[in-house]
């Protein structure tokens, strides 16, 4: 147990369908994060928020759209994805955004049909 | 940014050996971890650790700052230390933790 939390933990998903997928930190930490882990690919950083606000996209498609309503909530809406972005998608929070330990929950496996 | 080696790429162990793992990275480092991967996908930090040495029970870590490196020890591995083992630091960035591409690990009983 991280601290972290996310839900599904699975998710089968059609090309036009819309999800969400949801992530709780119960650390009390200042910073929220959004990785995706593809097939023989390292983590790659998706978003950052910064006490609710959003302080990096890095160059992630729209049709991910991350919304932070508190500094304990994330949520990254999927709207018409592609066979591509089926990974395993990775929350994490840390105290500090610009550094500090990063404690990571176990992820959604999303596979877009 | 930073760029991040990891070696060995993969290591098979016998239950009750020790292993090193290495972590080399291009820039200064100022945020380092090591994390583990389970088989189910979850990564469990295993250590903070931007220069010197720790300890966690079996596992232990050094860093190098000056030489860029970073160093995981495990001692008398058990089946369950298997999965990947990563390595990550922000380099001079200010939110983005890059990973190595990790080290798989498997111990076999």
């Known amino acids: 147990e991280t601290g972290v939390t996310q839900t599904p933990r699975h998710l089968v998903m059609g090309m036009t369908n819309k999800k969400s997928l949801k992530c709780e930190q119960h650390l009390g930490h200042n910073a929220m994060y959004w990785y995706k882990q593809s097939a023989k690919k390292p983590l790659e950083l998706m978003f950052v928020?910064?006490?609710?606000?959003?302080?990096e996209n890095n160059s992630v498609p729209s049709r991910f759209s991350p919304e932070c309503p508190n500094s304990s909530h994330l949520f990254l809406h999927l709207h018409t994805l592609q066979p591509e972005d089926s990974a395993l998608y990775l929350c994490?929070?840390?105290?500090?955004?610009?550094?500090?330990?990063?404690?990571f929950g176990p992820g959604t496996r999303l596979t877009v049909l | 940014g930073i760029q991040v080696e990891q070696s060995p790429p993969d290591l098979i162990l016998q239950e009750g050996a020790n292993s090193t793992l290495r972590c080399n990275f291009s820039d200064s480092v100022n945020n380092l971890q090591w994390f583990h991967q389970n088989p189910w996908g979850q990564l469990i930090n295993l250590f903070y650790?931007?220069?010197g040495t720790k300890q966690n029970g079996r596992l232990s870590a050094t860093t190098v700052a000056t030489e860029r490196y970073s160093l995981l020890y495990i001692s008398s591995s058990q089946t369950t230390d298997s999965g990947v083992y990563f390595c990550?630091?922000?380099?001079?960035?200010?939110?983005?933790?890059?990973f190595g591409k990790g080290t798989l690990l498997t111990v076999n009983p």
């Open positions: 928020y910064s006490l609710e606000e959003r302080v």
């Open positions: 994490a929070s840390s105290r500090d955004p610009q550094g500090g330990r990063k404690f």
């Open positions: 650790i931007p220069s």
């Open positions: 990550a630091d922000s380099g001079g960035s200010n939110y983005k933790l890059t």
